[in-house]
């Protein structure tokens, strides 16, 4: 009895895991797709971010893997919420907040993608800048093209190439 009881708990914890990994990704699906958003602002620590932010008056955080290494203490991005899936929120690193006045514009230097990423240069007076960011799916991109950017007045390290 106990030869055929472990092989059947070790498939049921398997079989567990994977369903609740799959229900996680629709749930987040169905939370961009029929839910609101608000702005979330980023702190780095090490590895990870922390991402602060606002929903009907409460106050919320939310640690999560850096999804890259230029992000940058400050940055805004869209996190997506739905009130019938109170306990999840979904931060999309690809929908930066570019606040007007906090902003100016500059041109890239040089631009390429790598992968998920797309790395750009840029000139902020008479210093040469980098950054990448994530590529935004569906949204054709063009090597030789000179790109607009937007970069943070107070700090220009914070950039986001605008296709």
């Known amino acids: 009895m106990k030869k055929i009881f ?73 996190v997506y919420y739905y009130h019938e899936i109170p306990d999840k929120y979904y931060v999309s690193f690809r929908e930066p907040i570019i606040n007007e006045g906090e902003f100016s514009e500059t041109v890239t230097s040089e631009v390429s993608k790598n992968g998920d990423y797309i790395n750009f240069s840029y000139k902020v007076g008479i210093k040469i800048l980098e950054r990448y960011q994530l590529a935004v799916d569906g949204i054709e991109f063009d090597p030789n093209r000179v790109y607009k950017v937007e970069y943070k007045k107070a700090d220009p390290r914070i950039a986001y190439l605008i296709l």
């Open 6 to 78: 472990s092989p059947l708990l070790l498939i049921a914890l398997i079989a567990s895991a994977v369903y609740f990994t799959m229900t996680s990704g629709d749930d987040y699906r169905t939370i961009k797709e029929k839910g609101e958003y608000s702005t979330c602002v980023v702190k780095t620590i090490g590895g990870d971010v922390i991402c602060s932010f606002n929903i009907e008056g409460k106050e919320l955080t939310k640690r999560l893997s850096k999804p890259h290494e230029s992000i940058r203490d400050g940055e805004m991005f869209k």
